[in-house]
């Protein structure tokens, strides 16, 4: 019996194309809630600010919590934040030498409540257009006082082993995106979310299934009892990891995929 439904948000829960839950998953998806099942989100992006916009209320939906910055922060519907890790301070002044000392690329940082970036290119932008969402801040980041809980790296795979080797000496890095990469504190990913949240609720991991798109939900598809990959992803091992594949985002793959699994229960 699944008791817990976890979802990735860009190109899972919300469409690249129109930036839109669509209505066929939010019908779906509350008729799991009227189940009884319990709804949370599982993201990359920073956890306050999907909050503002997800908790209580997103697409007509109400989640019971989200798993934000790959699991790097963790809070419950009614707005309690009760697990945070941020990366080492070490990797932090890392990687401003190196940014110092290199040849210049976009790099954002997100701690509780904001993202921050360095400067804004093309790639930025376009980025910021896919995802329907607004350009991260600029600021320079020696002057940021906070902890941080993410940084992103906007190039290639070249360069995001590059960084990886000579700067985050205590970090992880995914990719979901051909010209981005998630870097987050070691050993911490989406499924170690996961896992803080049914410790929470007092849910069992065989009462679980999660929705995801890309690499970045591979530990997460991995993880959970019934793992589900969007037919809009565009790796192969996302699809290895999951347990089933669901239509397209775009052609109501998550209200055709629930609606048939609950079907034979």
């Known amino acids: 019996m699944i008791e817990a439904i976890f979802f990735d948000i860009d190109g899972t829960l919300v469409s690249f194309t129109t930036h839109r839950v669509p209505a066929s998953a939010a019908t779906a998806i509350k008729a799991c809630q009227a189940r009884g099942i319990k709804v949370f989100i599982c993201t990359g992006r920073p956890g306050v600010l999907v909050q503002d916009f997800t908790l209580p209320q ?12 790959n699991g790097a922060y963790c809070a419950a519907g009614n707005g309690e934040v009760f697990f945070k890790n941020s990366i080492d301070r070490r990797d932090i002044a890392a990687l401003i030498k190196f940014l110092a000392n290199n040849e210049p690329f976009p790099v954002s940082v997100m701690t509780e409540n904001a993202v921050y970036i360095n400067y804004l ?22 002057q940021i006082d906070r902890e941080v809980m993410q940084v992103n790296i906007y190039g290639g795979p070249d360069l995001e082993e590059k960084v990886m080797r000579e700067v985050f000496g205590n970090c992880d890095s995914s990719r979901w ?23 929470y609720y007092g849910i069992d991991l065989s009462a679980t299934m999660a ?13 959970v009892h019934t793992g589900v990959a969007m037919g809009n992803s565009d790796d192969l091992n996302v699809f290895r990891a999951a347990k089933y594949i669901a239509p397209h985002i775009d052609e109501d793959g998550i209200a055709r995929f629930l609606d048939s699994f609950f079907l034979h229960l």
């Open 211 to 223: 929705f995801g798109d890309g690499a970045n939900d591979i530990p997460m598809l991995r993880h």
């Open 177 to 199: 995106h051909p010209h981005f990469a998630d870097v987050t504190p070691r050993g911490n990913d989406k499924a170690t979310g996961i896992d803080k949240m049914l410790s």
């Open 58 to 69: 997103y697409g007509g939906l109400v989640f019971d919590g989200i798993v934000a910055q």
């Open 121 to 142: 290119d093309e790639r930025v932008l376009a980025l910021a257009q896919t995802l329907g969402v607004a350009v991260p801040r600029v600021f320079p980041l020696e």
